[in-house]
């Protein structure tokens, strides 16, 4: 879901610097992918934390959305019509004609992805629910997306730092954006392993908090 509503994003980054196929037909191109972000403490009443078992069987969560975007230039042109025919001529039809260069008019935000995750300060376990780049935006296969590492790199990066401590990242073991064979080897890359029939995780200790 888009949210217009500036008061939902609480504040922006950068991320990262991607190569991205844009236009239709255009090379890859280098662009700055920033971030937008909301959060929320939410309350639950569960067994489980979707994909594992937890401890506390009511509590708080924080609920973590992020949403990458690019700027897009907003352009203005200055039209003037004029009587001219076309070819063919349209008898009554006005035409319009530049009379100026293309003013720039401010940045437009445009979504390329979604992620989100739930912290659970008891369990110390964060659960990245989904993070992906929009398809346009995605190569096959998955495991060497320079691209969709780079977002979860970013991600997995803000999460811990904006709630600790965090001593395991979990996340579902599919997704529809690939096959099970596809999304399990790109997570596999990111260093996560399998935990039960439904999630995969990774631990982390000081080391590898520094590699992330």
């Known amino acids: 879901m888009a949210h217009s509503d500036e008061s939902f994003w609480t504040h922006h980054r950068e991320l990262f610097t991607g190569q991205f196929r844009y236009w239709p ?12 972000f909301h959060h929320k ?49 349209r008898p009554g039809q006005p035409i319009g004609i530049v009379t100026g260069a293309p003013q720039l008019e401010g940045l437009n935000e445009v979504p390329i992805g979604t992620a989100f995750a739930y912290y659970y300060p008891v369990e110390t376990t964060m659960l ?17 997306d320079h691209a969709m590492h ?42 996560y392993t399998p935990l039960n029939k439904r999630g995969w995780g990774k631990r982390l200790d000081e080391a590898r908090l520094l590699s992330l």
């Open 25 to 36: 037909g255009s090379g890859p191109t280098s662009y700055t992918v920033w971030g937008r």
């Open 41 to 89: 403490e939410d309350r639950y009443h569960e067994t489980t934390i979707e994909i594992i078992p937890v401890q506390a069987r009511r509590g708080t969560r924080t609920y973590i959305r992020m949403q990458p975007y690019l700027l897009e230039p907003q352009q203005t042109l200055s039209i003037a019509l004029t009587d001219q025919p076309t070819d063919p001529p």
């Open 128 to 144: 990245i629910w989904e993070c992906f780049l929009d398809r346009r935006f995605r190569t096959d296969p998955l495991a060497q």
């Open 150 to 191: 780079q977002l979860w790199q970013a991600f997995e990066a803000y999460l811990l730092e904006v709630v600790s401590p965090v001593t395991l990242l979990t996340t579902p073991h599919r997704d529809l954006i690939a096959s099970d064979e596809d999304y399990q080897a790109f997570l596999a890359a990111r260093g």
